[in-house]
């Protein structure tokens, strides 16, 4: 064998040995590739999963604020709606003033126990029925008071307040959840509610 031959033999060896390195590293590099590829889908699989599981937690949270923010004005419009029949209660006082009031008067005092009342506030318009019943007492003009009477006993130890108003704010706590069941069922089928 010549050395024509054996270089031509050696370059045979060495690029079939070049081609066998080239292919191993070819697969490698493919292997590498699809795992590289499988590893990019598992994080674009797990980032969207962050992504979902980030902007379900935003939503609910967002949902939450709004839900509070709702409940915050529903009971401002409830306190507000409050306030204002409880200003309309107060102004139909004074109808409780028509027909009939000396006997209202009559059993507002009578309720009253049996002390030594020193003063009686009573709405101006009162005085002489403060005096009729309370004949030792002197009776003091309040225009707050609508009807009924304020009284204090000589050392002021003992005060009895029995005024449309004071009953009125007694019983307003029972009072506003009918009248507010009352308001929503009236919004909700435009039909009043039954009296």
Do not use: H
Not at 57 to 66: N, R, Y
């Amino acid at each position: 064998m010549g050395s024509e031959e054996l270089i031509g033999s050696l370059r045979k060896a060495g690029e079939k040995q070049v081609r066998l390195v080239r292919e191993a590293a070819e697969r490698e590099a493919d292997a590498v590739r699809a795992g590289a590829g499988l590893k990019v889908e598992q994080l674009r699989a797990e980032s969207a999963v962050r992504r979902s599981v980030m902007a379900a937690a935003e939503a609910a949270a967002a949902v939450a604020e709004a839900q509070k923010r709702a409940r915050a004005q529903r009971l401002l419009a409830e306190k507000t709606l409050s306030d204002r029949l409880y200003s309309i209660a107060i102004g139909s006082l004074r109808r409780l003033r028509d027909e009939g009031y000396p006997d209202a008067f009559e059993k507002l005092a009578r309720e009253l126990p049996s002390f030594e009342w020193r003063t009686v506030r009573v709405n101006p318009a009162d005085a002489g029925l403060a005096r009729r019943y309370f004949p030792g007492a002197e009776p003091v003009p309040d225009e707050s008071i609508t009807g009924g009477l304020d009284a204090a006993t000589v050392d002021g130890a003992v005060r009895v307040i029995n005024t449309f108003e004071k009953r009125l704010q007694r019983a307003w706590p029972e009072m506003l959840p009918v009248l507010m069941k009352d308001i929503y069922q009236e919004v909700s089928d435009g039909a009043p509610a039954a009296p």
